[in-house]
């Protein structure tokens, strides 16, 4: 057995050989790998994590925009469905004007031409009371005339001759 | 339902591998046939299963692969000695130790250099029975070997630990590339393999859900990323760091993998040596300091609205040698975590040969291969959650000393003081667990 049990515990030791050879090994690995793998996959899980995140801002704006657009788009429909009934409104409101203006002119139109119609018939009235009184006249004279002449042989066919012209006056 | 069943199937080879290999290392430790690893404590003697050296033995580094019996995959051996220059070859030149080369013999699976110049160079073959070559002093303190009736003594390879753990410098250094430096150089094909893969398929799929392996490694990524480098460092630096917290956390984590496989591309207790775990920390202090801002150095050199006095006596010599224990922390803590899950469970895979009385008593073996082996599932359960743990404590401790190294402090003191203690104590919190 040992006198001292460290004497064969190698490990403790540290051999010039391995540390050489360690730093040798470790040093390539770090550099080797480092250049060919480490900073290249960072660099690949950098912009594949770069590129989600755009990715996930990008949905989140188009979304935004999209709940932009249908709240624009709702309210130019309430604004054109506003302004349908303005324009139903207006037009019924024109179409209303319209009729009463038109039936205010037929009225006056009939109204003028009753009027016209009125003075014509009193015109045409007046004429033929003139054209009556002149007939009348006529007449009275033709009657007077008879008379004068019937009177002038017989004062009872006189009488008669007034009666019956006065019966055909009438 | 189908991942359980994949699971068990797993669990099952992991265990058996483990009982297979500790089972050849008992049957070499018996000493009959022809034992390809000696016993260290055995003194010579008829060789008795030993758990200590057993287990030291596993989870140290070691210049072949062993995979089973007598079949060890040979290595590439980088040796140098000051004044007797470079010593390449394989490891199986060394004939698992009947051989020395060039004053170089194989013990225990570690090369050691015969200290006596007066040694012959070139292949010489070693005195000894059976597999005994390397004979231990009385003392047990010291190894020699036998050649031309002559006794040389043998030297460790260098270690870097100052004599602290019983190790230094001594004759020669060991350049090869060893059992841990092959794993790790695997670690890194299978990262290189695994990425490059990934990597082509973002190109390929561009924008895409991932998909397959790719779908399978984005999450882990995307989780260090965002749980770790991202809150500890700030979104204005993390990115910088990336690369750096990546490497360290994926490296960590295959290797602390690989180690949990019991037979041959695994088995390495890599992240469990301290040398492995001390470059990973020291690379950690270098990235720290060498981002570290003006505001930083302020702040652990001299601090803003503190008495002269204390900042001299208390706050500076605090902050100072805090430079040094962070990384020190984390250098010690993946070793001991690594090296204590190892140790526990070649501790309990060891139960077999302990109960079986060294080969004496079947039933002892088999109760031992019962109870172990149910506990070593178990323990294989928790290493696995420890594997991941380590890796992302060690990954988070770092980015946390890097982040409070380039914290901007625009903003009032007071906020920052709050921040940096909430990610402090957060980090602290999840480190201790």
């Known amino acids: ?170 | 339902m189908r991942i359980a069943i994949s699971g068990l199937i797993c669990l099952l080879v992991l265990v058996g591998g483990l009982s297979a290999q500790a089972g050849h290392d008992g049957h070499d430790h018996d000493g009959h046939d022809h034992p390809v690893e000696k016993d260290s404590g055995a003194h010579g003697e008829e060789a008795t299963y030993d758990p200590v050296s057993t287990i030291m033995h596993h989870i140290a580094d070691a210049n072949e692969f062993h995979l089973f019996g007598e079949v060890s995959i040979p290595l590439p051996v980088i040796l140098y000695a000051p004044g007797h220059g470079f010593t390449t070859g394989l490891s199986s030149m060394f004939h698992h130790g009947a051989t020395a080369v060039d004053g170089y013999v194989m013990n225990h699976g570690r090369v050691n250099r015969i200290a006596d110049a007066s040694f012959p160079e070139g292949h010489v073959d070693l005195e000894g029975e059976g597999h005994h070559f390397v004979h231990e002093s009385e003392d047990g303190e010291s190894a020699y070997v036998m050649a031309g009736g002559k006794q040389y003594m043998l030297d460790k390879p260098s270690t870097l630990d100052g004599g602290l753990m019983g190790g230094g410098i001594t004759s020669f250094y060991d350049f090869s590339i060893t059992k841990n430096v092959l794993t790790m150089m695997l670690a890194a094909l299978l990262l290189f393999i695994i990425f490059g893969r990934v990597s082509s398929a973002y190109k390929k799929r561009g924008d895409n859900a991932p998909s397959g392996l790719q779908g399978f490694l984005e999450p882990v990524f995307v989780f260090i990323r965002d749980e770790v480098a991202r809150p500890m460092i700030g979104e204005k630096h993390y990115e910088r760091f990336l690369p750096f917290i990546m490497s360290i956390f994926f490296f960590i984590l295959v290797c602390n993998l690989l180690g949990l496989i019991p037979f041959f591309p695994g088995s390495s207790n890599v992240t469990g040596n301290i040398g492995v775990t001390m470059v990973l920390a020291f690379l950690v202090f270098l990235v720290t300091n060498f981002s570290g801002n003006k505001h930083y150095w302020e702040h652990t050199l001299w601090m803003p609205g503190v008495p002269w006095w204390v900042k001299l006596f208390v706050l500076t010599p605090v902050e100072v040698l805090g430079l040094v224990i962070k990384p020190v922390s984390l250098m010690i803590r993946l070793f001991a975590n690594i090296t204590a899950g190892h140790i526990i469970i070649l501790s309990l895979i060891g139960l077999i040969f302990v109960f079986g009385n060294n080969g004496a008593s079947v039933g002892g073996a088999a109760t031992g291969a019962v109870v172990g082996g149910l506990f070593t599932a178990f323990m294989n359960l928790i290493e696995l959650l420890v594997a991941f743990l380590q890796a992302f404590i060690f990954a988070m401790l770092s980015a946390s000393y890097i982040g409070a190294a380039v914290e901007d402090h625009d903003h009032h003191d007071e906020d920052h003081a709050t921040d940096h203690h909430h990610g402090g104590a957060y980090a602290e919190k999840v480190a201790h667990h």
């Open chain 1, 1 to 170: 057995m040992y006198q001292l049990f460290l004497i064969d515990f190698s490990v403790i030791k540290p051999d010039p050989g391995l540390l050489f050879w360690t730093s040798v090994i470790f040093l390539l690995v770090w550099f080797g790998l480092g250049r060919t793998a480490f900073k290249p996959i960072q660099k690949a899980l950098k912009k594949r994590e770069n590129e989600i995140q755009d990715s996930i801002d990008e949905a989140k704006r188009v979304q935004a925009e999209m709940a932009q657009l249908k709240a624009d788009n709702q309210q130019l429909l309430a604004e054109a469905r506003e302004e349908g009934m303005r324009i139903k409104r207006d037009a019924e409101g024109a179409a209303n004007r319209i009729i009463s203006e038109a039936k205010e002119e037929a009225k006056a139109q009939q109204q003028k031409i009753a009027a016209d119609a009125k003075r014509d018939i009193d015109n045409m009235r007046n004429a033929a009371m003139v054209d009556l009184k002149q007939q009348v006249g006529i007449m009275a004279l033709e009657i007077a005339e008879k008379v004068v002449r019937k009177e002038l042989s017989d004062d009872k066919g006189q009488q008669q001759l007034v009666d019956k012209l006065v019966a055909n006056l009438n």
